[in-house]
């Protein structure tokens, strides 16, 4: 049998009426193949207990302790239990596919990209994140009211179609100030922090170690031992990026309030406050720092060791050769 793209065993929010509002996969598992594929080929759907215990027994004879485990746990689940199989890597098709896979990612069993996740936005459910679970929109007053009745203050974190990652998986190695600004969904390498301002989309993320105090949007990558200043943000493919898929390169610097929408190579410095889009107009100077041709931003695309600034008397952008790569400070990042 080929290789499988996903399996998981998970613990399904419903609404009243019976829809899916969001699945905890405790150990998913990416790219099966052997015995363990043949046992979870062609499994999906709610499972009851004994169910379970059919699948406990099947892991446990091709050696899946973890997964065998899973499953003797998720017996004691007052909520429904499913298991999910991804034959192949194509779109989602159910809600459950999608927390699948957004759980591959922030479990870091794919990175940003490693999983098609075509038509996501569609399917998940826009629904109340609170301190009870998810929520039904078209139930929340009622949940609140009975809240209310018993005293209690029903506290509604958000109201999105993604949940913020740490409710379900905290990768090991990292530090996040505020958990509401990383989603469900993005990948975070070890040694990444993340600060009070800095924020990661899903399908976005951090090689590591690495410094986000500013916005990594969707379907952006950041290389190993880069720093992303305060206020500063990265052009996602949602959000006017189109199809180009921004990323940042290793041991590069984006200023305070600055910001990129080309795919910068490694150890490249954006100053503080200047955004270079596609079409910026960029004057390239020499070693001798006198202009050489002026180009769209574009052009320097996926280029290493260039250092973007704007002249403070002309207003012109110009790009260097970035002479000094930065370092970051290794006990920062050291997050065990």
């Given at each position: ?105 922030s479990h870091r069993l ?193 280029r290493s060791d260039l ?30």
């Amino acid at each position: 049998m080929s290789s499988i793209h996903g399996f998981g065993l998970g613990i399904a929010g419903k609404s009243s009426a019976g829809e899916i509002l969001d699945v905890f996969y405790p150990a998913p598992l990416h790219n099966i193949s052997g015995d363990l594929a043949e046992v979870v080929a062609g499994i999906s759907g709610e499972l009851d207990a004994s169910g379970l215990n059919d699948l406990e027994a099947a892991f446990r004879k091709v050696g899946a302790e973890q997964q065998a485990l899973v499953a003797q746990q998720l017996k004691d689940s007052s909520r429904s239990v499913i298991a999910c199989t991804l034959d192949t890597n194509t779109a989602p098709q159910t809600v459950a596919d999608a927390y699948l896979k957004l759980h591959m990612l922030s479990h870091r069993l794919v990175r940003p990209h490693g999983t098609t996740l075509d038509g996501i936005f569609s399917l998940l459910p826009n629904v109340a994140w609170t301190d009870e679970g998810a929520i039904s929109l078209d139930e929340l007053p009622e949940r609140q009211l009975s809240a209310r009745l018993r005293g209690k203050v029903l506290e509604v974190s958000s109201v999105d179609k993604f949940p913020k990652m740490t409710n379900y998986v905290v990768p090991s190695g990292v530090r996040i100030a505020h958990t509401a600004r990383v989603r469900l969904g993005a990948y975070l390498g070890e040694g990444t922090t993340v600060m009070h301002e800095g924020f990661i989309n899903f399908n976005a993320g951090t090689e590591g170690p690495g410094m986000v105090e500013g916005r990594i949007s969707a379907g952006v990558w950041v290389g190993a031992g880069s720093d992303l200043g305060g206020g500063c943000s990265t052009m996602g493919t949602l959000s006017g990026g189109g199809n180009i898929i921004i990323s940042v390169g290793k041991e590069c610097l984006i200023g305070a309030n600055a910001g990129v929408g080309i795919p910068l190579g490694d150890r490249c410095t954006v100053e503080a406050g200047l955004f270079i889009t596609a079409g910026t107009k960029v004057t390239v100077l020499d070693g001798a720092r006198k202009p050489v041709e002026t180009v769209s931003a574009r052009n320097l695309a996926d280029r290493s060791d260039l250092l973007f600034r704007r002249n403070s008397t002309s207003g012109v952008v110009e790009c260097l050769t970035n002479r000094s790569a930065i370092e970051l400070n290794e006990t920062l990042h050291a997050n065990n």
